[in-house]
């Protein structure tokens, strides 16, 4: 799916409190896609079937664990390297600017991520979110270019 068609026009866009009340809840993994920006492929970074959840909470705080698809338990040390690949996870406080949420991290799965800020347009439509990152170096994937994630989450059932 083109990042345009999980992506609103600016003008129908929730900002602000709004989006921030909106965000407070359990959401889980739908898809997670990325894009490499000097190609414009689509890598294959968390597989077909990933999962996860996010979660907001009212007071400000948000944590992240997402796992990519066909994940076993290790049986040794290179094992154990290659999961980290298929991982995003980290916790921090979070504030709302415009149409973004903007994570003070804490804890992560990358060390590097501690103590950056990092920013996630949102867009909440029909009981989903659809997120889209800024182009960056992952520690994960796509070996040193740029690349984002396009990742799409639904309300949690009982959330």
Do not use: C
Request: charged share 25%; no cysteine; net charge positive.
């Amino acid at each position: 799916m083109p990042v345009q068609d999980t992506m609103q026009q600016p003008e129908t866009m929730l900002e602000g409190e709004e989006l921030r009340q909106k965000l407070v809840g359990t959401w889980e993994l739908v898809s997670y896609r990325v894009e490499e920006k000097e190609s414009g492929a689509f890598i294959p970074a968390m597989g077909p079937t990933p999962r996860g959840r996010v979660v907001f909470t009212a007071d400000g705080w948000v944590a992240f664990n997402l796992e990519g698809s066909h994940r076993h338990p290790a049986k040794n040390d290179a094992e154990r390297a290659r999961l980290m690949k298929t991982l995003v996870a980290y916790i921090g406080r979070y504030r709302v600017e415009g149409n973004q949420w903007i994570t003070n991290v804490q804890t992560a799965w990358a060390p590097e991520w501690v103590g950056t800020e990092q920013r996630r347009t949102v867009v909440i439509k029909d009981g989903h979110a659809n997120v889209l990152t800024p182009w960056r170096k992952m520690p994960n994937w796509a070996e040193g270019r740029l690349s984002r994630s396009i990742i799409r989450f639904q309300r949690a059932a009982g959330a």
